[in-house]
């Protein structure tokens, strides 16, 4: 690999850097992408993934399109959203909406939650790993819809240890017309146990002709997206976990990239002011009662490996007012301004 990298093609899109940032159910919302923007370093941003199922239904049923899309179709592009169902027809009439009224940058299918929701109950996400031929009609159906915004799927290596299939499904993609593949390098079974099998994601490029792979999994620090790079043959990388409490690791990995000094991790008080700014954009957007309690999570992260971090989760994780959450963070972290909500 040539450093830096160059960047990644999705169709006639240029993500650069190639470092996306991963769909994540109950966090990637409008929020925490501006959050995520605000740093820069995120060649291409990803919603939540949306239930095609229930937004054909909300349309139908004149109600209004679900939270998940909260923001998307103001917010600065690029800007992929993540969808999953197992009907194709399904997938198709929320596909046309979000790539031709939206105007999104790119429409992701997930083929690797393993969540039993999503799996047993509406055998979607990674169940349909195990039938190559319905993930094929799904695509080449959204592709044709879309066009020309690209179209891209994210799986795992496969369901369990025992049905690893992710060579064959990469050739499947491809041929359904994918613009690229995203891959978590743990099968559906292994959930988060274990690490990511980043040999395991390398072998895919052999069976991909044209489109880029992108490989995910455990990516914590700038050093390992550029450990990425060098030791795997990946043509991007997505994280996910780990930006939740530090949003600016997409600016430092970014940096390394192109072999700048990697900018520090930002001081208490600034990473205090991010969560405060994350706050008042939930408040904003939810109200003071919901937007405090959904914070609780986004707070958590953000304290993650500090000094006191179980302290602060216990006390964070009671909070129901700006009072009580500007509180706790003023104990914890220095000098918090008042609330202002
Ligand atoms: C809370 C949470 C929610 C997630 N939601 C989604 C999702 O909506 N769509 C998806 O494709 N993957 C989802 N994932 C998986 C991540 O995108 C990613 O593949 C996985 O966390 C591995 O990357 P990491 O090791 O960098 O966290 C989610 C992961 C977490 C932890």
């Known amino acids: 690999m040539t450093f830096p990298p160059p960047p990644l093609r999705i169709g006639d899109l240029v993500i650069d850097p190639p470092i996306l940032q991963a769909p994540m159910a109950g966090f990637t919302n409008a929020a925490f992408r501006h959050i995520v923007r605000q740093f820069g370093g995120a060649g291409l941003l990803a919603t939540e993934m949306v239930n095609a199922r229930g937004f054909v239904w909300m349309d139908e049923n004149d109600a209004e399109h679900p939270d998940r899309l909260w923001g998307v179709a103001e917010e600065a592009r690029p800007l992929a959203v993540q969808i999953w169902d197992n009907e194709p027809e399904t997938m198709a009439k929320v596909g046309r909406r979000l790539a031709h009224e939206y105007k999104v940058s790119v429409v992701d299918i997930n083929f690797g939650c393993p969540v039993r929701q ?15 031929s319905r993930m094929s009609a799904i695509i080449s159906r959204l592709v044709e819809v879309c066009a020309p915004t690209p179209v891209t799927a994210k799986i795992r290596l496969g369901c369990s240890p025992e049905s690893i299939n992710c060579d064959v499904i990469a050739r499947v993609v491809e041929e359904a017309g994918a613009a690229a593949l995203t891959v978590h390098g743990r099968t559906a079974a292994d959930m988060f146990r274990g690490n990511a099998d980043w040999d395991r994601i390398s072998q895919i490029k052999s069976h991909l002709k044209n489109i880029p792979l992108i490989g995910n999994g455990d990516l914590d620090s700038a050093e390992k997206v550029v ?26 990995a970014a ?10 991790e930002p001081t208490l008080a600034q990473q205090r002011d991010v969560m405060l700014d994350h706050y008042q954009l939930v408040v904003d957007r939810f109200g003071e009662d919901k937007g405090t309690v959904l914070m609780r999570k986004y707070a958590c992260c953000y304290a993650q490996g500090k000094h006191g971090a179980r ?25 918090a301004p008042a609330p202002v909500v």
């Open 118 to 132: 999503v799996t047993q109950k509406a055998h979607s996400g990674s169940y349909l790993l195990r039938d190559p």
């Open 227 to 252: 450990a990425a790079f060098t030791n795997y043959d990946v043509d991007g990388v997505m994280i996910a976990r780990a930006c939740l409490g530090r949003p600016w690791l997409f600016a430092q």
């Open 255 to 264: 940096a390394a990239l192109r072999g700048d000094p990697v900018p520090p």
């Open 311 to 335: 302290h602060f989760r216990t006390h964070v994780a009671k909070v129901s007012t700006a009072e009580e959450f500007y509180s706790v963070v003023r104990e914890h972290f220095p000098s």
